[in-house]
């Protein structure tokens, strides 16, 4: 069974920093392109950053880039997202998510971590 | 950036009865669309991808069709554990996908 456990978050000030990370298990991690997707309490879904199966390629919203770091350790079948600056509108729920096969284009998110609650006041 | 939109907002429907959800897309995505349903305290879960490709256990009364710009997931026959928020999202921009603002289903 495939599983994502996030954890890492926590009630950061303005400015501060924080690195989440998720524990995948259930397939074979390194296969696999990962992400990150956030959710505001009761509002909709937004991609924050994504990176491919080989950790070569990294991707991110317009909102994060230059704030927030995506990696991955296959050796430890973790993903991680190391953000700094963090502003007011960072607030939200972060998912980890699982992307596409190896070299395959089509990035939906076929499983989802319950998330890990990131506040920033 | 690709702006997806959904509508309605908010759909009522009586258990037992069909729901029609609208999903359009700024500019055309092909066929590199999915749907995801997030019932409230859970994560989302995988409904459809390329457009109407059903996920792994999802039931035959959720349907999903369209191309290019306009996509629509139908239920037909409404269940108590299908009320919940349906998203859908373009991933014809690869690895910048983007996701529709969402659709409440709720009981007539």
């Known amino acids: 069974e495939v599983q994502l456990v996030e954890s890492g978050g926590g009630v950061v000030r303005p400015g501060e920093y924080l690195r989440l990370s998720c524990a995948a298990s259930g397939f074979t991690f390194e296969d696999y392109a990962m992400a990150w997707v956030r959710q505001v309490p009761g509002k909709g879904l937004e991609w924050v950053s994504g990176?491919?199966?080989?950790?070569?390629?990294?991707y991110y919203a317009d909102s994060v880039r230059g704030r927030f770091t995506i990696s991955r350790d296959d050796a430890a079948n973790s993903l991680n997202l190391q953000m700094s600056s963090l502003r007011a509108d960072d607030t939200a729920l972060y998912h980890c998510?699982?992307?596409?096969?190896?070299?395959?284009?089509?990035?939906?998110?076929?499983?989802w971590g319950r998330g890990t609650v990131v506040t920033v006041s | 950036e690709i702006v997806m939109t959904q509508s309605p907002a908010t759909l009522s429907v009586s258990p037992g009865n069909r729901a029609t959800l609208s999903c359009r897309a700024s500019?055309?995505?092909?066929?590199?669309l999915a749907w995801y349903q997030q019932k409230p305290g859970q994560a989302p879960r995988l409904l459809f991808y390329a457009a109407s490709t059903r996920a792994t256990g999802i039931p035959a009364r959720f349907s999903a069709s369209g191309s290019g710009t306009e996509f629509t997931l139908t239920i037909s026959s409404l269940l108590s554990e299908d009320f919940a928020v349906y998203y859908c999202?373009?991933?014809?921009?690869?690895?910048?996908?983007?996701f529709g603002g969402g659709t409440k289903v709720e009981i007539e």
């Open positions: 998510v699982r992307g596409p096969y190896a070299r395959d284009p089509y990035w939906y998110f076929d499983h």
């Open positions: 990176i491919n199966w080989n950790g070569i390629y990294v």
């Open positions: 999202q373009q991933y014809n921009t690869g690895p910048l996908p983007s």
């Open positions: 500019q055309s995505v092909s066929i590199n």
